[in-house]
């Protein structure tokens, strides 16, 4: 580690010590109680499973309590990890693995029990399983009830969650391969295209008929549509409606640096909740919303500057706008009878957690609850489980702990959620007096709010790089810690490490020409498979990329030789021979 590493990774423990140390006992980053979580009064949380082999995204519990469960990682039969408690002593104590016929990729996710029927899915297909009473594996034959056959050269945004109506139909995403619709896909300046060829097949939401297999997209109807990314949504049957929330587009700093500084493009755009109805237009990719200032403006690759609204007010407007990449992957409209009158027909979200919010710390992580009466939020949104992450604030994506990820109800009432890095999975009741249930009891919760992982950051005092960063630091900062994260270790998901990376240490004309070119998965890097797209950074000067290439070959553990202002002009040179 050279002396600048040292100083800055001084400086970031420094930054933990003083986050730890302000806050009062309520307001504590770790709970020792309740499988570590955070909960409103009266609410108690057991640990169903500490971990899980291939880890955990969407989960469902049947009738009998048997728990089913998306892996996020997982070969071919291996799929669905399904877990029964035998003693009732809240634990599961048997674990089994089946299911889906290809390999499974880690965005795919879907896993819901539909009309006796087990319900998921990995980035392209929707399978099914019939359940039989008392067999946890299911004995019967896998059906592919949807299948993605479009060919996709980069895997954005692809997932394929799913939910369903009371007439028998299922609803399900074809996201965008896209950030915002460019020419050149996440490059600086790149205007976007106007019509938007991508909205013919994606970007929207498709219905089927839930009881029939074989199908592909042509075989469903288009529902909606300038939805960029969907993977949280759920039916409400309180009302007949289609409930979904929409990730928001990236990188309005690093596409556009003349307009958004980094605070905006941290807080920006909104995710969104929206009521889906049969022909809702959102708005993507033409326009984002911002939550701020309650409007949907014109997106900058469509001559938007953060003020403009040009057409937008066409567009659905969110019910709520929630801050920009908090990344809500899941939602629940309760219909249970266990927990307080206060929750009966409103919706749990699970916030996943930001990944680039740099030059700010990472936000949400955090389980949402936000009350409903007559089809409409009837308060501001709630926090009703915090803890995941372990830490405050949360510098890097690898420094949480935990990441809320599914959530699913029980059949006495009780919600259960499932996290993203270990597989953990936690049963959550409620064990209080439903009749004395007040706003004394969600003080303690409203109190995080003011935590750094959930609040507004303040422009200066919150801004990671307020002090002068290490050589090629800024260059960093502004261009690649978004996703690669501050650490350099990446997110373990959608985005390598930079850290011990063959790919950063070995050859340096490869590494150079990843950053001119850009790279489309997919690729391993230290032994874990990636699918997702580098874009191309020749707009830096020779010098710029010189700079960040050695400050990454010399960081985040890594103890190799510079690259030179030479070597790049070089390499640039020889690209640009071959056009």
Excluded at 49 to 78: C, T, W
Excluded at 318 to 333: E, K, R
Excluded at 368 to 384: D, L, M, T
């Amino acid at each position: 580690m050279n002396k600048k590493t040292l100083k800055w990774s001084v400086a970031l423990l420094t930054l933990f010590a003083l986050g730890f140390t302000r806050f009062d006992q309520d307001d504590k980053p770790f709970n020792t109680k309740n499988g570590g979580l955070f909960l409103p009064e009266g609410f108690e949380a057991t640990v169903v499973v500490d971990s899980l082999p291939g880890r955990a995204r969407h989960i469902a519990v049947n009738d009998n309590g048997d728990i089913y469960v998306k892996a996020r990682f997982a070969g071919k039969d291996e799929s669905v990890i399904a877990l029964r408690d035998t003693n009732g002593d809240g634990r599961a104590d048997i674990i089994k693995r089946f299911g889906g016929q290809a390999r499974e990729r880690a965005y795919g996710t879907a896993m819901r029990i539909y009309k006796g029927y087990l319900y998921f899915s990995s980035e392209l297909v929707v399978y099914r399983y019939k359940l039989t009473p008392g067999e946890l594996v299911p004995t019967s034959q896998e059906e592919v009830i949807l299948t993605d056959d479009h060919p996709h050269g980069m895997h954005e945004h692809i997932a394929k969650p799913v939910t369903f109506d009371d007439k028998g139909f299922i609803y399900v995403p074809f996201g965008a391969n896209s950030n915002c619709c460019q020419v050149d896909n996440r490059t600086p300046g790149s205007p976007g295209m106007n019509p938007c060829p991508i909205l013919e097949d994606h970007g929207g939401i498709w219905k089927f008929d839930a009881n029939k297999t074989g199908q592909h997209q042509k075989d469903g109807v288009k529902f909606a549509t300038g939805l960029r990314s969907i993977v949280g949504m759920d039916w409400n049957f309180a009302d007949n409606n289609l409930y979904a929330l929409q990730h928001g587009r990236d990188d309005l700093l690093r596409l556009w640096p003349q307009l958004y500084n980094g605070w905006e493009s941290a807080m920006l755009p909104s995710e969104e909740f929206l009521r889906i109805k049969e022909g809702t237009h959102a708005g993507w990719p033409y326009c984002y919303y911002d939550q701020m200032q309650g409007k949907k403006l014109l997106n900058p690759e469509y001559g938007g500057d953060g003020k403009i609204v040009g057409d937008c007010g066409q567009y659905e407007k969110p019910l709520i706008g929630f801050p920009g990449h908090w990344a809500p992957n899941d939602l629940l409209f309760y219909q249970g009878n266990q927990f307080p009158e206060h929750y009966k027909n409103g919706s749990f979200i699970a916030f996943h957690g930001s990944t680039n919010r740099a030059p700010y710390p990472q936000s949400s992580y955090f389980i949402g609850f936000v009350p409903f009466k007559g089809g409409q939020p009837s308060g501001p949104y709630e926090i009703f489980a915090d803890g995941f992450a372990g830490v405050d604030p949360i510098v890097n994506v690898s420094d949480a702990v935990y990441r809320p990820m599914g959530i699913a109800m029980g059949p006495d009432g009780s919600i259960y959620i499932a996290e993203t890095e270990k597989g953990k999975i936690w049963k959550v009741t409620y064990k209080g007096n439903k009749k004395k249930f007040g706003k004394a009891a969600l003080a303690s919760q409203e109190k995080r709010k003011s935590l750094t992982h959930i609040r507004t950051p303040d422009f200066v005092k919150d801004n990671l790089d307020k002090d002068e960063p290490v050589a090629g630091g800024k260059v960093y900062g502004v261009y690649c810690s978004a996703c690669h994260q501050r650490n350099g270790m990446g997110d373990s998901q959608r985005f390598p490490p930079l850290g011990g990376s063959e790919w950063v240490t070995g050859d340096k004309t490869r590494l150079i020409n990843v950053l001119l070119k850009g790279l489309e998965g997919p690729i391993d890097v230290k032994g874990q498979s990636y699918n997702n797209v580098m874009p191309q950074h020749s707009f830096l000067k020779d010098e710029e990329i010189s700079e960040v290439l050695t400050h990454i070959r010399s960081s985040y553990g890594n103890n190799a030789g510079p690259v030179s202002v030479l070597e790049v002009s070089k390499a640039r040179a020889a690209l640009d021979s071959l056009k």
